[in-house]
């Protein structure tokens, strides 16, 4: 799969995989879940916004919000498994994730900056403006970004192929993470990986 950076090459990493997974039934365990959220470090996730003269504070990464929620008392939210998994390794990582069923995504992936007026309808957020903001985009438009992921792409209950991403500043121990990532969804969900890599 080719994802071009484009304007942003060499001012992000972005860490990612595909892989195939028979879903159904299955469950992520929660024993990191503890020590995630103890060891998580929210300066990764706000060092990506700031190298784009975003607020974290204002809009944050996605990581950081489920982190917030966590430490004041709210559930891990247990969706899907492999939602859950990944939701699961942004506290691991520290860093926000995108999540897409890949079947849904048309063509190449691009990588870059909102223009003025571009957004996308969010998973249970409402429209998401892009404006300014680090997002990805195939054929048919904008689809993801490290704060919510659109509606078009999310993943269902028949989803079978997946596409996940780490949106990650420069600097950030990409390879490590990207291993971590592999290693525990094959662990927790048996998964195939297709294809990863690293695009900076």
């Not at 039934?25 to 103890?38: C, F, H, Q, R, Y």
């Not at 223009?115 to 892009?130: D, F, T, V």
């Not at 078009?152 to 490590?176: D, H, M, W």
């Not at 048996?190 to 890599?197: A, H, R």
Request: aromatic content about 10%; hydrophobic content about 35%.
């Amino acid at each position: 799969m080719r994802i071009e950076l484009r304007e942003l090459k060499g001012k992000i990493e972005l860490p990612y995989g595909i892989f195939k997974c028979e879903c159904k039934g299955k469950t992520v365990p929660l024993d990191e879940l503890k020590n995630a959220i103890e060891n998580f470090n929210r300066e990764w996730g706000r060092k990506l916004y700031k190298a784009f003269g975003q607020d974290p504070t204002k809009f944050r990464p996605s990581s950081e919000a489920l982190w917030r929620r966590i430490k004041k008392g709210g559930n891990f939210p247990e969706v899907h498994p492999a939602v859950d998994a990944i939701n699961l390794l942004s506290l691991i990582n520290s860093i926000p994730y995108g999540l897409y069923d890949f079947s849904k995504i048309d063509g190449n992936i691009t990588v870059r900056i909102g223009k003025e007026g571009e957004g996308y309808e969010g998973i249970r957020r409402g429209w998401i403006n892009l404006e300014g903001r680090l997002l990805l985009e195939d054929d048919k438009g904008p689809f993801g970004n490290p704060t919510g992921d659109s509606l078009r792409t999310a993943v269902e209950e028949n989803s079978e192929t997946f596409l996940y991403v780490i949106f990650a500043p420069r600097g950030y121990p990409s390879i490590k993470s990207n291993q971590i990532t592999m290693e525990k969804l094959k662990k927790w969900l048996d998964v195939e990986i297709i294809e990863y890599g690293l695009r900076r």
